[in-house]
């Protein structure tokens, strides 16, 4: 398990703390997928990529 | 949509990096967590809960994250004409210039508290093909889509306006040199005081402008039908030129070598009648022969 307050990525992962997830939203380019016209939002969801999945 | 992630945790939390693909976590488990831990899927998540990093990895921003940052600022989606709370339709040049420093006066006195959605940008990188705008050097006109590249500029017009420190137009370096140039021109120009009326050609307006704002009016009183008519023919010249897009992709895709099953069909049926001839050719000819050598056999 990891602990309550230490940093969230174990090597290789990118992962946030709350704190840095807000200074995302507030100051640096926070932009949901939602935003991007369709066929851009398929492009991050996979669609050219091995990984892609229908679900 | 579900989202995966593999973790030693058993919770996914708000800035976790997450995937759309189980696939995809499942390789990250075994490659950097050398199989420890346990991939788990929280379903349900929205697609404005995602912040895109690369395709396939995101991170995970809930509402409640989002909400309690923003303050619950409502985005507020669609023209700006509500945005601005004029019944203005700007098309020109100038009544954009207007519209814009009309934008920029109502958010430093505050009335706009948190907007987002279109916005007027300048340059040749925004003109489309065959609209009433195909006539202007440079154009100011709602941006309605995206591109990853031009999120990041939009993004700072974003942050300025949710932040209430006005709106600052700061794509001006990427355009080339000509329509900069004339941009410049523009904002040369006196900013217009106070009186417009909507529908009207505002003063100050070069006979260029003049003339365009005419062939503006003139469109307006086109029948009805006729101008249906008229953006049916955009609507299909512009899904005519998506097709022609996604086939490019796919047909990059495939000469970069992610072929799909389904992709091996499509650049075949993408093929020359000659190239399909030759191939059929080879393939009849090679079950002749072998019929012809297993007929020794008998």
Redesign the interface.
Known sequence: ??PENAP???????????E???R???EE?????????R???L???????????L? | MTIYRATEGDEIRAGDYVTNSYEYAKLHLEAVLRGEGKIIKKEGVGLDELHAVNPNEFFYVPKWIQEEVLGGIVPIKGDIVPAFGLRMKPTTHHQKQIAINMFRERVEAGEIKGWRGELYLAGSFLEEEDTEYSDVDIVMQTVDYFSPDMASDLFNIQKDILQNRGVFIDVLHKFPEEPYELLLKVEKKPEATATFVAGEIPPELTPAEVIKAKKQKALAEIPIEERQRIEAERKHRELKRRESEEREKRHKAIVEGKKKPAEYLDSYIGQTNLNKFVKLVIFVGAGVFTLNFLDRFR
């Open positions: 398990m990891i969230y990525a174990p090597t290789g992962d990118r992962s946030r703390t709350p840095a997830m807000r995302l939203i507030k380019e926070f932009m949901p997928i939602s935003d991007y016209p066929d851009v939002q492009d991050w969801l996979g669609r050219y990529t091995d990984y892609y999945v679900d």
